[in-house]
């Protein structure tokens, strides 16, 4: 193996034996150990890394989980009919809200003793109550 | 259970958060903030901007979580790399749009008492070039070498070749070991 090689081989993976690739590494090991002039290659890249990691420590910083998960808010997703229905299926699921409207129309009316000026309030509630429990 | 003791994977988390389970997006939060934290650190320099990074990454993530879709085949830390460095890029190059809002805390409160000036000076000194590197290979530096990725996932994350990664890790390092061999010399000139 060249010189060249193994700095390339040595920067690109770091000094420790264990990030080589694993194909690499016996041949990388046994350049190491054949010339004093590679030895002293590796000691100067390992000096290198050593500097960098004492470098860009990042301080604590340890409410950060809360702060995030208090400062997220409540979920508000709004309601979307299903994606990747077919025409046919549209048309089923459009029939069957209009049929829970209009029995819920329906059950408000008797509701409210068959007047409809009684309480346009107490049919809108049964109307919903009607549509949910259908859907 | 608290949130830390959530065993639950990432992925097993994200299908939960979907869902709108709260819990799942605290134990996702609990077990992966401080990670990412020290990823955006690393990119912006600032203690503040960083969580403010990791805070509205999080945030996204819990208003969108489909934005990660395991069927792609990456890892949920992987795609939120992407999110966070991303993040952090962009927050960093307004910063810089802005020099006096960016010098912060990059000379911060860590160094301790036992450390001597020299030594000191010199981490700050190097710490101010790998700062000024060029974006690709600092993230690339911070991926492979400060967060201890793969050279595989860093490329993932980056949305390179691994060829590309590797010749941005060895400008990186070569630019670096360069500056450290000119202020070696600087200092034995200025002792001579």
Redesign the interface.
Known sequence: MRKQMLE?LL????TNPQNWPADMRASMETCLKSSPRFAADYA??AR??G??K??????A?PA??A???A???P?Q?TYLPPQGLSGQERALLAACLTGALVIGAGIGYFIGGGTVDDSLSRLATAALYGGRALI | MSSAEDKRSDAALMAAIAAGEQSAYAALVSRHSMRFFRLAYRLTGRHEDAEDVVQEAFIQLWRAPHMWDPAHGSLFTTWFYQVVSNRALSLRRQAARHPQEALGDIVDSQCGAEETLNAKHRRLWLEGRIRALPERQKLALVLCFYEELSNHEAAEVMGIGIKALQSLLMRAKTTLREDINSFDELKAGGRG
């Open positions: 390339d920067m690109v993976h770091g100067a890249l290198l890394e500097e960098l004492s470098c860009l420590r990042a301080p910083a950060l989980a702060r995030i998960i400062a997220t808010p979920l997703r």
